[in-house]
């Protein structure tokens, strides 16, 4: 499940990969079918690089297919690698291997083709080709060992410098803005000589203090040098400057394109680019919305300052953590990506930050929507003495499939004056975080503008907000709206023995199946499950399979809740309205 998991986040930003199948050592260890999972289930082009010189609690090294020599590994820890022929017992195998290997390989080499076919084929050309089709993610070599004994690791690095990019390889791209807000998109040189451009990837308090971990794109990082914060706007000075080995930190006085190098004591936040002077920003990750909620409450004040450092730290390391307030009980709400998400960070309040705090109830984020478009036709008027308030807006407010919020004036003849558009738009911006049917933010609506009327002293930016928001609260519920909860993908991996009971698990709680695979006595089943039925499923999946299931999730999309679920939003919606919350 780790390995889809991961697999699906490198396919999404375009990242090469070879694989190693460990723990040949192991009982049940099956190369041959691991590589044949990788093909079936990651649908990648999987080549074994190497077979394997005994399995189980017979291994003992392995054979390289490039070049047809055996690898064994003896020492306390591996380290004395012996090179041998290959077994008797293995030539034939190995002889196949290859020539399976060479015509995979061969697709991305027309010279090593054309050495095949005259049989002059060099280790020079094999590697050639494999690194053309892993820079093309178009192939996976597989190699393989048991990594606690050190067996296969050494072949595999060398694996890693001969076929993985170096940052020269990668084509990064990046967002100017010059003045005016324009946006000029370009790409990174990796060149030392070009002006800086690094990144922010990851914050760490560590024992030298906090981390800032950045990776250079181009340019030239200097101690003692200013650079220049394109998110904040706030240039800030270069201290120390370190390499990091493991646990041991190695001082440095500079850092150049394609190094990954640690800051000391910047103020910055995960993700944030930095730059010599110009404003520049890396294409970000994907982040997804929260969709967890949690209210935590601190057991007294010196528990409260613990946890504020602690959720200030965290929201800086992890931009899929979010942190509020809510307006109505006061507590602190923390967001994340799923249950074991948020448990993990309450673990770290607890333990690193010696906060003792209570939880609530998990809150799901629900959303709504209108189902069918809406006229709107409001004014908005006002006399207080002196000049009043004036606005007349007239338009359509109409589902949007896109899910996001669209607004478009088709008025003419200046009905409403050019300058109060952006106000009218505006309003009902403002109007979005909470819908009139439960309460939720409302997503996937399109606001079209078609008439209107101002008067040349009544009439302002505030008074078309004010009407377009009076408008919003009036005419929405005209529109059919519905709630929507979040779908989580939940993938579930199993011995197919067990399939029956995960999909009741599954359909207990309202779960669509979306696909089944099985493979040699295991199984991989793909549903939609809405998210407020996911709380303790872990434990329920593990007492329903003796423990022999896992399962991965993540938030697939918005879908229109069942009546029953939508009517308790309602009632509770009421309720708060009623009680003036």
Do not use: W
């Not at 409260?304 to 931009?319: C, G, I, Q, V, Y």
């Not at 010696?354 to 478009?373: D, F, H, L, M």
């Amino acid at each position: 499940s780790q390995s889809i998991t991961v697999d699906r986040q490198m396919k999404r930003y375009n990242v090469p990969r070879i694989a190693f199948i460990n723990k040949c050592d192991r009982s049940g260890a099956n190369p041959a079918r691991v590589t044949e999972q990788l093909r079936e289930k990651l649908k990648h082009n999987a080549v074994m690089m190497q077979i394997p010189i005994g399995l189980e609690d017979k291994h003992e090294g392995v054979v390289d297919l490039i070049r047809m020599k055996a690898f064994t590994f003896e020492g306390d820890n591996g380290e004395k690698i012996v090179e041998s022929d290959i077994p008797a017992a293995l030539q034939v195998e190995a002889e196949a291997r290859r020539e399976a290997m060479l015509d995979a390989v061969s697709m991305f080499s027309d010279e090593l083709m054309e050495a095949m076919l005259e049989e002059t084929v060099t280790e020079e050309l094999i590697h050639d080709a494999v690194r053309k089709g892993v820079l093309s993610n178009e192939l996976t070599p597989v190699y393989m060992g048991s990594a606690y004994k050190n067996k296969g690791v050494q072949l595999m690095l060398d694996a890693v410098m001969r076929y993985l990019p170096s940052p020269t390889d990668i084509d990064n791209t990046a967002i100017q803005i010059k003045k005016g807000g324009e946006e000029v998109e370009f790409t990174l040189s990796n060149s030392v000589d070009d002006d800086l451009v690094c990144n922010a990837f990851k914050l760490e308090e560590g024992p030298y203090g906090q981390l800032t971990y950045v990776r250079i794109y181009q340019g030239e990082l200097k101690k003692g040098a200013d650079i220049f914060n394109s998110r904040t706007g706030k240039k800030v000075k270069v201290g120390r400057l370190g390499r990091m080995h493991a646990d041991e930190m190695e001082e440095i006085e500079s850092g150049h394109a394609g190094e990954i190098i640690a800051l000391f004591g910047i103020d910055c936040a995960s993700g944030d680019t930095f730059t010599s002077g110009e404003r520049i920003s890396l294409s970000s990750m994907h982040v997804p919305e929260p969709v967890v909620s949690l209210a935590v409450v601190p057991e007294d004040n010196k528990a409260a300052s613990n946890m504020s450092k602690a959720l200030h730290r965290f929201t800086r390391e992890d931009p899929t953590f979010r942190t509020s307030q809510d307006p109505e009980t006061g507590d602190t709400i923390i967001s994340g990506m799923g249950e074991l998400h948020l448990e993990v960070y309450i673990e770290r309040i607890k333990r690193e930050f010696n906060a003792v705090v209570s939880t609530g109830a998990p809150q799901v984020k629900y959303r709504e929507t209108i189902t069918q478009p809406v006229e709107f036709d409001y004014t908005h008027k006002k006399q207080t003495g002196g000049s009043g308030q004036y606005a007349k807006v007239q338009g359509l407010m109409e589902p949007n499939d896109e899910g996001d919020f669209e607004f478009e004036s088709k008025v003419v003849g200046g009905r409403i004056p050019t300058e109060y558009i952006g106000a009218c738009q505006k309003g009902f911006e403002l109007s979005m975080p909470e819908g009139q049917y439960i309460g939720a933010p409302v997503q996937g609506l399109k606001v079209t503008m078609l008439d209107g009327n101002s008067h040349a002293v009544d009439s302002s930016d505030m008074a078309f907000q004010t009407a377009c928001r009076a408008a919003f609260r009036e005419f929405y519920g005209k529109g059919k709206p519905v709630a929507l909860e979040p779908l989580m993908l939940v993938s579930i991996e199993g011995p197919s023995e067990y399939q029956g009971d995960i999909i009741k698990t599954l359909m207990q709680r309202r779960g669509v199946i979306v696909g089944t695979t099985e493979d040699e006595g295991f199984v991989r089943v793909d549903a939609n499950v809405p998210l407020a039925e996911m709380f303790g499923y872990a434990t329920v999946l593990r007492s329903s399979t003796q423990g022999k299931a896992e399962f991965t999730m993540e938030f697939a999309r918005y879908a229109p809740a069942p009546r029953e679920v939508a009517e308790e939003l309602v009632k509770e919606y009421v309720e708060k309205k009623s009680q003036g919350k």
